[in-house]
C-alpha cells in the first residue's frame, strides 16, 4: 500500500508542475494582479483554461477511487494528506500564474465560504452528538419507518448532519437482531442525511451556502417545499413496504431479551445550545452591521457574530455534556467524522476556485458550450444533480449558482446584493423571475440529489462510517450506487414532470 501511495503522489506532483508551467502563460501581470486585489477582485474566469479545473477533479476522483485501491478507511487515515496534496497542486501554479488575484480568490473562499461551512457542520455535530435516545426499540417496520419520520422532520431545523448523528445509532441498536440491516441505512441516508434538509439553510450544506450569498433564510422552507413532501412520502412509503417484506422473511417476530426499558432522552437541555445556533443563523441574515476589509475581502461583522455564536454554543454543549462524560460515550461519540469531512473539504473548497470562476464568466468562459446548452429549470435541475452525486452537493450548488447569474448577466453587484432583491420583489424583470426558476431547480438538484453516492453530501460518509463500525457490511460505492440509481432515478424523473417542467 505504501508503494501504490507513493506512486500516485509521484504523479500527482508530476500533474501539480505540469500544471504550474502551463497555467503561468495565462497569468496575468503582476501590476494586473495587484490592482485586481486590491479593489477586492479575483482572477478574471475568462482568462482560465478548462484544464485549470485538473486538481479540482483529481481531488473528487480521489475521494471516489482511493477507498476502493487501498482500503475503505484510506480517508479516515489519509484523507487530510490527500487533500493538501491536491491544495498545493492548486494553489501554487496559481498564485504563481495570478499573484495578488489569486491570493484574493483563495482567502475569499476560505472567509466567506469554507470557514463558516465548517463551525456550522461542527456546532451541529457537537451538540447533536450531546443527546441521546435511551431505551428498549424494537425494529419493527413501523418504529423504523417512524425514526425515518422524525429524523426526515426535524432535518431542516438542526442539519443533515445533526438529525443523522442523532439517530442513525439508536435505529441501529433497535435493529440489531434484524439479518437484512443494509437497507435501512441506504434509506436513511436518502432521506435523513439528504431530502430531509431540503427547507432551511440549516438543513443542507448547499443550502447555507446560498444563504451566505444572500438567499433569503426562508425562501427555501416556501420554493422546496412541495418537492421535499412529494419524494419523501413516496420514499417512506416505499421503505414501509420494503422493511415489511425483510421482516415477514425473517419469520416476523421480534424476539424478547427481558428488557424493556422506557424511551427517554437524555441531554434534552442541549436543545437550547441548538435553538442558538438557528438564532445565531437567523440573526446572520436579518442584521447589517457593516464589513470588515480583510487585504480585500469584505467579511460581515454579523456573520463573524454568527460563526463566534456558534462556536460558543458547542463549547457549552461540550461543558455540559462533556466529551469525557457517560453521555457522550454510550452516544459512541468521536470527533473523527468531523475531523474527516474538514480535511477533505478543505481541499475541496480551494480547488473548486477555477471551476466557480470559469462558469460565472459564463458565455465567456471555457464551458460557453455547457452554459449555452443549459437554458431551462430542467438543465439546471439535473446537471446540477448529477454532478452533486459525485462532486459533492454544496461546491456544486455554488458553482451553479454563479452559473445562473452570469447566464442571466445579474453579476454587475455582488450576489449578497442583487440576490435577496431579487427573490423579495424589489427587481422583478424577465431575467430576475428567471433567476428564481433556476435557482429553484440547482436547490432541488443538489440537495436531493447528493443522496446518489456516498460523496454526495458530507452527512452521508459519517452514516456509513457508524454503520460499518456496527458491524453492519455497507455496500460500496458503486454498489450503493445500484440503489440509488434504481430507487431514486425514477422519481427524479417524475419530479422533473410533475415541477420542473
Not at 347 to 353: A, H, M, Q, S
Request: glycine fraction near 10%; aromatic fraction near 14%; proline fraction near 5%.
Amino acid at each position: 500500500m505504501k508503494f501504490k501511495l507513493t506512486s500516485c503522489l509521484i504523479l500527482c506532483l508530476i500533474v501539480g508542475f505540469a500544471l504550474s508551467v502551463s497555467m503561468e502563460a495565462f497569468g496575468a501581470d503582476d501590476a494586473q494582479g495587484a490592482e485586481d486585489a486590491h479593489h477586492g477582485h479575483g482572477v478574471d474566469g475568462a482568462k482560465l483554461p478548462i484544464w485549470s479545473i485538473i486538481p479540482f477533479v483529481g481531488i473528487l476522483l480521489s475521494i471516489a477511487i482511493f477507498p476502493l485501491v487501498f482500503d475503505s478507511h484510506f480517508l479516515v487515515h489519509h484523507g487530510g494528506k490527500m487533500s493538501l496534496v491536491w491544495a498545493l497542486i492548486f494553489a501554487v501554479p496559481y498564485l504563481i500564474a495570478f499573484r495578488g488575484a489569486a491570493f484574493y480568490d483563495i482567502l475569499h473562499i476560505y472567509l466567506i465560504d469554507y470557514i463558516p461551512f465548517i463551525i456550522l457542520l461542527w456546532g451541529l455535530f457537537t451538540v447533536a452528538g450531546g443527546i441521546l435516545v435511551r431505551g428498549t426499540l424494537r425494529g419493527t417496520p413501523i418504529v423504523n419507518t417512524l425514526l425515518l419520520l422524525i429524523g426526515t422532520a426535524i432535518a431542516s431545523w438542526v442539519g443533515t448532519t445533526g438529525a443523522s448523528m442523532l439517530l442513525i445509532r439508536p435505529l441501529i441498536r433497535a435493529n440489531e437482531y434484524r439479518q437484512s440491516k443494509v437497507h435501512l441505512v441506504i434509506f436513511f441516508i436518502f432521506l435523513v442525511s439528504n431530502i430531509g434538509g431540503s427547507l432551511t439553510p440549516l438543513g443542507d450544506p448547499p443550502l447555507f451556502l446560498g444563504f451566505l450569498h444572500g438567499v433569503p433564510f426562508f425562501w427555501t422552507t416556501t420554493a422546496l417545499f412541495p418537492h421535499m413532501v412529494f419524494i419523501s412520502v413516496i420514499l417512506i412509503v416505499l421503505f414501509f413496504l420494503i422493511d415489511t417484506i425483510m421482516f415477514k422473511r425473517e419469520g416476523g417476530v421480534v424476539p424478547d431479551d427481558g428488557t424493556n426499558e422506557p424511551i427517554r432522552v437524555d441531554g434534552l437541555f442541549n436543545l437550547v445550545f441548538l435553538f442558538g445556533i438557528v438564532a445565531a443563523v437567523l440573526m446572520s441574515g436579518t442584521f447589517k452591521w457593516g464589513e470588515v476589509n480583510v487585504f480585500g475581502v469584505h467579511v460581515y461583522w454579523q456573520n463573524i457574530a454568527r460563526d463566534v455564536l456558534i462556536v460558543v454554543m458547542g463549547l457549552l454543549s461540550l461543558k455540559f455534556t462533556p466529551f469525557t462524560g457517560e453521555l457522550r460515550q454510550s452516544n459512541e461519540f468521536s470527533w473523527e467524522p468531523i475531523e474527516e469531512v474538514a480535511k477533505v473539504f478543505a481541499g475541496i473548497f480551494i480547488t473548486i476556485i477555477p471551476a466557480l470562476a470559469i462558469l460565472k464568466a459564463g458565455e465567456n468562459g471555457a464551458l460557453h458550450g455547457l452554459i449555452g446548452a443549459m437554458k431551462e429549470p430542467v438543465h439546471y435541475f439535473w446537471i446540477t444533480g448529477i454532478l452533486s452525486s459525485f462532486l459533492d452537493n454544496a461546491p456544486t450548488y455554488l458553482t451553479f449558482f454563479n452559473t445562473a447569474l452570469g447566464k442571466l448577466e445579474l453579476t454587475a453587484e455582488p450576489d449578497i446584493v442583487i440576490v435577496p432583491q431579487i427573490i423579495s420583489g424589489q427587481l422583478a424583470g424577465p431575467q430576475h423571475l428567471e433567476f428564481i426558476r433556476l435557482l429553484t431547480a440547482i436547490s432541488v438538484g443538489a440537495v436531493f440529489m447528493g443522496a446518489n453516492t456516498y460523496i454526495g453530501n458530507a452527512p452521508n460518509f459519517m452514516v456509513k462510517a457508524i454503520a460499518e463500525q456496527s458491524g453492519i457490511r455497507m455496500p460500496s460505492f458503486f454498489g450503493y450506487m445500484l440503489w440509488s440509481v434504481v430507487i431514486l432515478f425514477p422519481l427524479f424523473v417524475i419530479v422533473t414532470f410533475v415541477f420542473l417542467r
